[in-house]
């Protein structure tokens, strides 16, 4: 639907002023108008996104964490080095193991493990034991779980999986819970208070089904293909019909209306001669229809921070998503240029020396990741 078509069907000022509800309306409208080219702009801007960053990004991110496993082994033989003083020396072991530590994170590496462990004067694999365990009894402190003493705890994917099999099984008992204590309720003798609010939301919901089953009948009985003789018109009517069932089983009242205008069975006009009672009953399928709109918006959002690994505390937009994407490649790609050159500087104890003089001396945001200072 092209937008001049969605803002045909707002309520159009004339010579008295716009009601209250029709007002509403036009807000509601112009707030789905919105909400759509958002939801557009998230379509364009993720296909884009994935494209670069799996051609751009991933590349250098899989050549830092070369560069990183090469500084840790060249840190680890400068350490090694004769005419290092102690300080030196205790500040490349830190460097080491904050570098070897995240890299054992995502991967085995036998020689990286022994390197950390050297240098941290620690075991990695006791360390996350220790880890595993830690977070085994904070989950069954806190939320009451039995993860089982059989528990893999060098397995964090086996822990997480029974971990979220307890939240599950959390969720659905409260669910049942909720369920009956509803039925519970529903059981008690209401008063008559609560019986007229019932009855009036049955009202409003019969009437609100009703106006959209109007709107749906009209286009169904106009478009009906099986009723048209000529089979390229035939073709049109089945395209149009499937868009029209499609809305009114989502109950997606700005579609139909969308559709009536365009295949103009009603004018502009003929949407300010809405009546106030239907006219609320209007509001209350658009307000609906923003909400679930809301809704998949936060989703989309949500969805790619997770699958690019933004932090869903960051605000993300579709509009400069992609600017945020050259700059972090601009940022790596630098990163791995500075990473080589810090590998030929450790070639000797005086370039050790002057390496780490030079490091003291960097900014904090310009160290190298898994830097400890």
């Given at each position: ?191 008559a208070k609560q019986l007229e609010k019932e009855e009036r939301a049955e009202a409003d919901a019969r009437q609100i089904n009703q106006s959209i089953r ?31 069932n499609h809305a009114y089983d989502k109950q997606n009242l700005l579609q139909l209306l969308e559709l009536q205008l365009e295949l103009e069975h009603i ?52 509009e400069t998503v992609m600017h945020e994407l050259a700059g972090e490649i601009a940022r790596t790609r630098q990163d791995n240029r500075d990473m080589e ?33």
């Amino acid at each position: 639907m092209p937008k001049s078509q969605l803002t045909a069907v707002r309520i159009a000022a004339s010579d008295s002023p716009l009601s209250k509800g029709q007002k509403t309306f036009n807000r509601q409208i112009q707030q789905i108008e919105k909400l759509r080219s958002r939801l557009t702009a998230w379509d364009a801007a993720t296909i884009s996104y994935q494209k670069k960053y799996t051609q751009d990004l991933l590349p250098l991110f899989s050549i830092a964490t070369e560069l990183q496993i090469k500084l840790v082994h060249s840190l680890d033989r400068a350490a090694a080095q004769k005419g290092l003083t102690r300080t030196e020396r205790r500040t490349l072991g830190e460097l080491i193991a904050g570098l070897a530590g995240p890299l054992l994170g995502e991967r085995d590496d036998a020689e990286l493990k022994a390197i950390y462990n050297r240098h941290s004067r620690s075991d990695y694999d006791s360390e996350e034991a220790a880890q595993m365990q830690g977070m085994k009894d904070l989950f069954e402190d806190v939320f009451g779980f039995d993860l089982g003493d059989d528990a893999k705890l060098d397995s964090p994917d086996e822990f997480m999986q029974r971990a979220q099999a307890q939240f599950a099984q959390m969720q659905a008992d409260c669910q049942a819970e909720q369920q009956a204590q509803e039925e519970r309720r529903a059981r008690r003798k209401k008063s008559a208070k609560q019986l007229e609010k019932e009855e009036r939301a049955e009202a409003d919901a019969r009437q609100i089904n009703q106006s959209i089953r109007e709107i749906y009948r009209k286009l169904a009985s106009a478009l009906h293909p099986d009723r048209e003789p000529d089979p390229q018109e035939r073709v049109r009517k089945t395209a149009l019909m499937q868009r029209i069932n499609h809305a009114y089983d989502k109950q997606n009242l700005l579609q139909l209306l969308e559709l009536q205008l365009e295949l103009e069975h009603i004018d502009r006009t003929a949407i300010g001669r809405i009546d106030e009672e239907r006219l609320r009953h209007y509001n209350a399928v658009l307000k609906r229809q923003i909400a679930e709109l809301e809704h998949e918006t936060m989703r989309i959002e949500s969805d790619f921070c997770a699958q690019f690994g933004i932090s869903p505390f960051v605000m993300v937009k579709p509009e400069t998503v992609m600017h945020e994407l050259a700059g972090e490649i601009a940022r790596t790609r630098q990163d791995n240029r500075d990473m080589e050159q810090d590998l030929l500087a450790l070639e000797d104890a005086k370039g050790v020396k002057a390496w780490l003089k030079q490091l003291r001396r960097r900014p904090a945001d310009d160290d190298f990741d898994g830097c400890p200072f």
